[in-house]
């Protein structure tokens, strides 16, 4: 999730001070990821630094304003017009715990994913119970709240897929083939090399 677009795009709209920039990103995210303050200042303060945003004056009651500017402004049209890429290297916890639990001698690979599974299918049914709990059931607030649940319950439903893939792929291993003893081999200082992925191979062509 970006705060810092999501933030520049609220100001490309107009002046806001911390607290009210956190109720408008509340706003048009279905208060799904909620910010604390510090996190919003902090994040202003960078984008000052960075020339994007300009502290403004402060009003009667002590609030300080902060304006976008023109480089802010191109930041957002940017944004705004370029796809989301998912970094290939990043981390999936689950899938890291079953494919290493896959290659840990004794352990029951079977009862991880039934674990996992459970409590996958009760995050699911909660969210598809979810109710907007705002005050106008047609509104734009009401929308962004949909899409956000939508794309968790989307998400969730995936992740039940793959665990049932995965729990199908294993099964066509003999356990005592998967488990992985320690190595006697001594790896040499330094970083491993990367190995080639097909996606990798995708994007060069």
């Known amino acids: 999730m970006s705060v810092r677009q999501s933030l520049l795009a609220i100001l490309d709209q107009g002046p806001c001070y911390g607290y009210q920039l956190r109720h408008e990103f509340d706003r048009r995210t279905g208060s799904t990821w909620p910010l604390n303050v510090g996190q919003i200042y902090n994040t202003l303060e960078r984008l000052e630094r960075d020339g994007l945003v300009a502290r403004g004056d402060a009003d009667e009651q002590g609030h300080v304003y902060w304006e976008i500017t023109d480089a802010g402004s191109a930041e957002v049209s940017e944004w705004l017009s370029s796809p989301v890429v998912r970094a290939q290297a990043t981390r999936d916890e689950l899938a890291i715990k079953l494919a290493v639990a896959a290659t840990l001698p004794g352990v029951d690979v079977a009862a991880v994913i039934q674990t996992q599974r459970r409590a996958s299918l009760?995050?699911?049914?909660?969210?598809?119970?979810?109710?907007?709990?705002?005050?106008?059931?047609?509104?734009?607030?009401?929308?962004?709240?949909?899409?956000?649940?939508?794309?968790?319950?989307?998400?969730?439903?995936?992740?039940?897929?793959?665990?049932?893939?995965?729990?199908?792929?294993?099964?066509?291993?003999?356990?005592?083939?998967?488990?992985?003893?320690?190595?006697?081999?001594?790896?040499?200082?330094?970083?491993?090399?990367?190995?080639?992925?097909?996606?990798a191979g995708t994007e060069r062509g």
């Open 122 to 199: 009760s995050q699911l049914q909660s969210l598809q119970r979810a109710k907007y709990a705002g005050s106008d059931p047609e509104g734009p607030e009401e929308l962004a709240w949909a899409l956000v649940v939508d794309s968790m319950i989307f998400a969730t439903e995936a992740e039940v897929r793959w665990l049932d893939h995965t729990e199908q792929r294993l099964s066509l291993h003999p356990k005592h083939a998967m488990g992985l003893e320690l190595t006697a081999d001594r790896p040499k200082r330094g970083r491993p090399a990367r190995a080639e992925t097909a996606l």
